[in-house]
């Protein structure tokens, strides 16, 4: 066990900055707190809270991501169109060191060598005059920005791989692909008969998962089509919560009512390779690949799944999980 102390506000603070090696950010004790999760301890504890601020909103949740460097950056919005606050985790000193920034609501994408910095709503105009959201191209190595991309529409979905400067994005019912480095954003032709609800983003491949129109099975199962442009899964008998690609394979947290299948597919043939049950999630809020076993979120727990012999470990977050 490691030893914790009393933090701001009382939140009690773990010493696990070594163990820890992906984080999540949570609501403890009334405050927005950086969550460490040690996967072969099985264990999550509270690190650092978050500097409360006058401006601060409750109305947009903060956003925690790794870019590709192993940085961590956690995001907090703030009211009255002010630009968000930024810190970056500080594993040496235990700390959230601040950041300067002037961007307002934006989700941060991470590449491969850029980033993507994604509007949550419409805030230009397409060539055609048109609604759009735009797409800050930045090199986090000094985060300044090297394009402005436009995405027509409202992007409700998006996704990155750290090993790709291509990003993937879904705008109402259209879905895109965006290379960061060369600037161009291509439409990719839409699913016919798939609800999409659910996006990955494999070396710059989108991955589409979603429910199909018609024909709803009582069985868990699914349908994967690929094609030069997309790969498109169609999850019948349960609703896709959380997807993840990894190259080869595609995983998917699907919820069956009271529980969550986590199905592997192969991302070439579609043949599923490994099914685990979570029993006791009825909604998975994040999914994570860790070596240790793949990580299924709830609000108050994260459970550890070993998708191969499908063991699996519940254990319990200090707080409520954010939507980061």
């Not at 699913?191 to 659910?198: E, F, K, R, Y």
């Not at 069985?219 to 919560?241: C, I, M, Y």
């Not at 959380?242 to 299948?261: L, N, Y």
Request: net charge neutral; charged share 20%; hydrophobic share 35%.
């Amino acid at each position: 066990m490691t030893a914790a102390c009393s933090g701001p506000g009382g939140v009690e603070l773990g010493k696990d900055w070594k163990g820890s090696t992906t984080f999540a950010v949570a609501k403890v004790d009334g405050l927005v707190t950086v969550v460490g999760i040690n996967p072969d301890k099985a264990r999550a504890e509270s690190l650092a809270v978050v500097p409360q601020q006058s401006d601060d909103t409750d109305a947009v949740s903060p956003h925690i991501v790794e870019l590709a460097d192993g940085r961590w950056i956690l995001t907090v919005p703030r009211k009255s169109d002010k630009p968000d606050r930024r810190y970056q985790v500080n594993r040496k000193d235990h700390a959230l060191d601040g950041m300067t920034g002037d961007e307002r609501l934006r989700r941060i994408l991470p590449g491969k060598t850029l980033v993507a910095e994604v509007a949550g709503l419409p805030d230009t105009t397409s060539s055609g005059k048109t609604a759009a959201s735009s797409v800050l191209v930045k090199d986090p190595s000094d985060w300044t920005t090297k394009r402005e991309l436009k995405i027509p529409g409202t992007i409700g979905l998006a996704a990155s791989d750290p090993a790709s400067d291509t990003v993937c994005l879904a705008a109402d019912t259209k879905v895109y692909v965006a290379d960061l480095t060369h600037g161009t954003v291509t439409p990719v032709p839409s699913p016919n008969g798939v609800d999409i609800n659910n996006l990955a983003c494999s070396g710059g491949h989108p991955v589409i998962v979603g429910s199909p129109t018609s024909g709803h099975s009582s069985t868990l199962k699914t349908t994967v089509t690929r094609t030069p442009a997309a790969t498109t899964v169609s999850v019948n008998g349960g609703r896709a919560d959380a997807v993840a690609a990894t190259g080869s394979s595609i995983v998917i947290a699907a919820s069956t009512g009271s529980d969550t299948e986590l199905l592997e597919l192969d991302a070439t043939t579609g043949k599923e390779l490994h099914r685990a049950r979570v029993k006791g999630v009825a909604s998975a809020l994040g999914l994570t690949p860790t070596p240790a076993g793949w990580l299924v979120y709830t609000e108050k727990t994260v459970t550890r799944v070993n998708l191969t012999t499908g063991a699996t470990k519940e254990f319990d977050l200090p707080g409520t999980l954010l939507n980061s």
